[in-house]
C-alpha cells in the first residue's frame, strides 16, 4: 500500500499539469462530485493496520468549499513519505480532525471502526454517480447544496499472541499479549518432564489482531511439527533429550491487512522414560481391503520380521459362508501406528477381529507391547455415490410441483395440497430436507417423490447399501417407507425399509440393500412412495423428515 502514495501525487501532478491558465476554459462552469480512496471497498468498509495510512483523494468540481474531518486520535500526514519511512515523523502538527486539503494522507491510530468524512457544498444540485447513486441534500438556511459522506474504516489492531501450555489439563505456562521473549535467554527458561509418548497441550488465546492463519513449530518425535490448530497435542519422544518447545506464528492474510507476528514458547522440554503401560489405544481401522491399523500409548521402535506371526485376524462373513484366519504378512510402523498387510482382503461385509497374543513390539522406555484379546475392526462406509446436494435436498427449485427441491418431482397433480416440500426448518446436516406430511385424513393414496436426478450419477450395476437419515414427528404411526427405480432397464424392485423400531422425536439412519443388474444411468429415477397397503390406515396427520441420502458400494465375498 506504501506505493499508493506516490501514485496519487503523481496522478495529481498530472491532472494540475493540465491547468495552465493560457488553456480553453469552457464557457459554463463544471461541477462533479467524485473521490477515490488507496484501498477498495469491501462490504461498505475500507481496510487498514493499526499505525498504517491510507490516502483519500477528493476529485470534486465546482464546490463552493470543502473539508474533510477525521476521528480524534487519528493523524493527517504530510511530505513525501514512503514505505520504509517512520510515519510518525511526517505527522502534520498543524492539523486536529479538519483538512482542506483535496488529498489526505490519515494515519489511522485507534483500532476498531473509525470514520473519514467528506463535506462539500455547491450552488446547484449534485449527486455522486458511482455504483451505489449519493444525491445531495439541500442545505438549511443557505442557497447552497451539500454533499456529506463518511467512509467507514476497520482498523485492525496489531496481533498479540497469547499461549497456554497444559500438561494432563493443568496449566503449566501461560504467556500473556505483551510478553516476547527472546531465544537468546533459553538457558534461563523453565524446564517441565514429559514421559515419552505423552502430549503437551498448546492452545492459541490470543484475542487482539483477528489472525487469519496460525503455525505452531515444535520440536517433537525428532521432527519440527506444523500444525495449524487452535489448540493440539504435541507428543513428544527421545528419551534423554530437553527440546525447545517451540513457537506460534500468527498472521493476518488477504484480503485482510497483512501482518505477521512470531512468539516464543519459553519453554524446555526434558524428555524421560515413560511409566505407563504400553497398550492398544482406540479403534483398529481398516485402511484398506488389505490393511489394518492401530495406535498404541507410546512411541514404536523396532518391530521384528517374526512378530507378524503373533497377530491374529479372524474373519466372518455369514451370507458366504466364510469363518476363517487371514494371516498378515508384514507388520510396519510410524511413531505410534501399527499397520498389518493381510495376505489376502478382506471386504465391508465381512466382520473382523484382531488379537494379539504378545511378543517383541518394542516401544520407547524399553517397554513391550501388552497383549490384547479379539478386538472389532472398524470398517467405515465406503464413498457416497451420489451428490451431497441433490442427496440432503440443498439446491432449491422455487416450483411447488418439485417439491421446491432442485432435481426432484411430485408429478402432475390437481391436488391444492402439498404432501412433499423441501423445508430448512428440520435438518439433519446441511441446509435442508425433505419434509412429507399426509394430511389429516392419514395415508390414502400413494405418493410418489420422483428422484429424477438419480441416473446422472452413473450408478453401476452391483450391490450397493442405501441408506438415508429420518426423523419421525411424534405420534407418526408408520412402518414402512419405499423406494423403487423407475424408467430402468434392469430389473424393477421395492426396496422396503421396516420404521416400526425407530424412535420417534429424533434422527435416526435407516438403510437397505440394493442390487442392479443393470446401471442406473440416463434419464433413471429413483423414486420414493408413501403406500397406504403398507402402513396404517390411521387418520392422523403423518409426518417426517428424510435427509442425507447415501449409496454406497457393498462388497461381496466370493
Known amino acids: 500500500m506504501k506505493k499508493i502514495h506516490a501514485y496519487i501525487v503523481f ?5 494540475m499539469s493540465g491547468c495552465q491558465e493560457d488553456e480553453y476554459t469552457p464557457p459554463n462552469e463544471v461541477t462533479d462530485v467524485s473521490w477515490y480512496m488507496s484501498e477498495e471497498l469491501v462490504e461498505d468498509t475500507l481496510r487498514v493496520s493499526l499505525n498504517d495510512f491510507m490516502s483519500f483523494m477528493d476529485l470534486s468540481q465546482g464546490e463552493e468549499s470543502h473539508e474533510w474531518i477525521i476521528d480524534k486520535g487519528n493523524q493527517y500526514l ?13 505527522v502534520n502538527e498543524k492539523l486536529d480532525t479538519l483538512s482542506n486539503e483535496q488529498t489526505i494522507h ?3 491510530n485507534n483500532a476498531g471502526l473509525n470514520n473519514v468524512r467528506l463535506h462539500n457544498t455547491y450552488k446547484d444540485s449534485v449527486s455522486y ?4 447513486p449519493f444525491p445531495s441534500e439541500s442545505s438549511q438556511g443557505s442557497d447552497l447544496w451539500t454533499i456529506d459522506t463518511t467512509f467507514l474504516v476497520k482498523v485492525y489492531d496489531n496481533i498479540y499472541p497469547i499461549i497456554e501450555i497444559q500438561q494432563e489439563g493443568k496449566t503449566i505456562l501461560k504467556v500473556d499479549e505483551n510478553e516476547f521473549p527472546s531465544s ?10 514429559v514421559e515419552s509418548g505423552d502430549a503437551l497441550t498448546y492452545i492459541d488465546r490470543t484475542v487482539k489482531g483477528e489472525p487469519s492463519k496460525r503455525i505452531w513449530v515444535a520440536s517433537a518425535q525428532g521432527n519440527i511439527e506444523s500444525i495449524d490448530e487452535q489448540s493440539t497435542q504435541i ?6 533429550k530437553t527440546v525447545a518447545a517451540g513457537r506460534l506464528i500468527l498472521s493476518r492474510e488477504d484480503p485482510l491487512p497483512k501482518a505477521t507476528v512470531v512468539k516464543q514458547i519459553p519453554l524446555r522440554v526434558s524428555i524421560v522414560k515413560s511409566t505407563k503401560p504400553f497398550e492398544i489405544s482406540g479403534d483398529v481401522s481398516l485402511v484398506d481391503n488389505l490393511t489394518l491399523s492401530f495406535n498404541v500409548t507410546g512411541i514404536v521402535e523396532d518391530i521384528p520380521t517374526e512378530e507378524k506371526d503373533n497377530f491374529v485376524v479372524h474373519v466372518t462373513n455369514a451370507e458366504a459362508g466364510f469363518d476363517s484366519e487371514i494371516a498378515v504378512s508384514a507388520v510396519s510402523f510410524d511413531n505410534s501406528t501399527i499397520s498389518l498387510t493381510l495376505e489376502s482382503q478382506v471386504y465391508n461385509t465381512d466382520v473382523i477381529t484382531l488379537s494379539y497374543i504378545g511378543g ?5 522406555s524399553e517397554r513391550t507391547l501388552a497383549s490384547f484379546a479379539a478386538t472389532d475392526v472398524k470398517i467405515e462406509e465406503g464413498v457416497n455415490l451420489i451428490a451431497s446436494t441433490w442427496a440432503g435436498f ?3 427449485n422455487t416450483n411447488q410441483r418439485a417439491a421446491f427441491a432442485a432435481g426432484y418431482w411430485v408429478g402432475v397433480s390437481n391436488d391444492s395440497y402439498v404432501f412433499y416440500q423441501r423445508d430448512e426448518s428440520m435438518k439433519f446436516e446441511g441446509t435442508a430436507s425433505m419434509k412429507y406430511s399426509s394430511g389429516a385424513t392419514g395415508i390414502t393414496d400413494v405418493r410418489t417423490l420422483q428422484g429424477v436426478k438419480m441416473g446422472t450419477f452413473n450408478i453401476p450395476a452391483g450391490t450397493y447399501t442405501f441408506s438415508t437419515m429420518v426423523y419421525l414427528e411424534p405420534g407418526n404411526t408408520m412402518t414402512t417407507l419405499r423406494w423403487t427405480p423407475a424408467n430402468y432397464a434392469g430389473t424393477v424392485f421395492n426396496l422396503d425399509i421396516d420404521i416400526s423400531g425407530v424412535t420417534r422425536g429424533q434422527w435416526e439412519e435407516v438403510s437397505g440393500e440394493i442390487d442392479l443388474d443393470a446401471p442406473l444411468e440416463g434419464n433413471d429415477r429413483w423414486d420414493f412412495k408413501v403406500v397406504p397397503a403398507i402402513n396404517p390406515a390411521d387418520a392422523i396427520d403423518q409426518v417426517f423428515y428424510m435427509d442425507n441420502y447415501s449409496v454406497v458400494v457393498l462388497e461381496k465375498r466370493p
Open 78 to 90: 504530510s511530505g513525501n513519505f514512503f514505505g520504509s519511512d517512520s510515519l510518525h515523523l511526517f
Open 360 to 364: 517383541n513390539v518394542l516401544g520407547d
Open 11 to 15: 496522478l495529481f501532478a498530472i491532472v
Open 106 to 108: 490519515v494515519l489511522f
Open 394 to 396: 440443498e439446491d432449491v
Open 129 to 132: 454517480n458511482g455504483a451505489t
Open 184 to 193: 537468546d535467554s533459553i538457558a534461563n527458561w523453565p524446564i517441565v518432564e
Open 235 to 240: 507428543i513428544y519422544s527421545g528419551i534423554g
